[in-house]
């Protein structure tokens, strides 16, 4: 006669006794200031660095949304780009660094619902999730999938549909060439590596339609506007890009 194995909520209920006691042995240094993080405190991270995050307001560029500037930027009056807008929720500073990072790269998977409560707090005015047909997520690599065991941009694109009830397009694009990951390279090797990397399965979901598409960091545009010119082919109404965060350069 076997032992009945202890049930899911038993050793859910044991490890959240046993991440406790470690938390009081041995304290957690907050990732970016490292002082010791109180048990009540958000994980990882303490209460003055998430505050620290450094959120875009307007005016920015109507098409880039490159902050501190009246009507267009200078870039997008010679050379628009391939989308009808880009808006980001906020700088890609410290805290919000090691945000995504702790989310990415170590699996924290509950900083999706902290970073998905960030962005649906802060959708800007002229980007509202009601206005679009689809919200569609940058896709990743079935390898990457695999390695990391979710698309980060499909998380928040998901958390951020459920509220507005925006239906999500999961398969109408995929990423059929396993690249590099694009934050190893430097500016130019980004746009190269990144050429051809996506593949549009379904053009006819998307004709006609109105698309948003989500991805977690902005930061050459390398990856977006190869999204961007694949799904053109599928002729869709609009296409427009919503981003977590994005770096600046001046
Ligand atoms: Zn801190
Ligand atoms: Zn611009």
């Keep these: 006669m076997g032992s009945r194995p202890i049930s899911w909520q038993v050793r859910h209920l044991l490890w959240g006794i046993f991440e406790t006691a470690i938390i009081f042995l041995y304290p957690a240094k907050c ?7 109180e048990v009540t405190s958000l994980r990882y991270i303490c209460a003055n660095c998430w505050q620290d995050i450094q959120f875009f307001e307007p ?14 930027c200078d870039e997008c009056a010679v050379s628009p780009p391939p989308y009808g807008k880009l808006r980001s929720i906020a700088l890609y500073q410290t805290t919000l660094q090691q945000a ?18 960030l962005i649906n707090a802060r959708i800007p005015a002229d980007c509202a999730i009601a206005d679009y047909d689809f919200i569609l997520p940058v896709p990743i690599h079935k390898v990457r999938l695999w390695e990391r065991g979710f698309n980060q941009s499909m998380l928040l694109a998901k958390g951020i549909a459920q509220v507005a009830g925006v239906p999500v397009l999961t398969d109408a694009l995929v990423r059929h060439r396993h690249t590099v990951a694009q934050s190893s390279l430097g500016m130019e ?11 549009i399965r379904k053009p006819d979901v998307i004709h006609n339609k109105r698309i948003l598409i989500i991805d977690d960091v902005f930061t050459t545009g390398a990856t977006v506007r190869e999204v961007v010119n694949e799904l053109r082919k599928g002729n869709p109404a609009k296409l427009d890009v919503l981003t977590l965060s994005r770096t600046v350069y001046h």
């Design 189 to 199: 090797a980004r746009q190269h590596n990144i050429v051809g990397a996506f593949k």
């Design 100 to 117: 995504i990072h702790l989310f990415k790269f170590e699996k924290k998977k509950v900083f999706a619902q902290h970073l998905i409560q």
């Design 59 to 72: 005016p920015w560029c109507d098409i880039c949304g490159k902050p501190d500037i009246d009507g267009v």
């Design 31 to 37: 990732r970016v200031c490292e002082t010791l993080l």
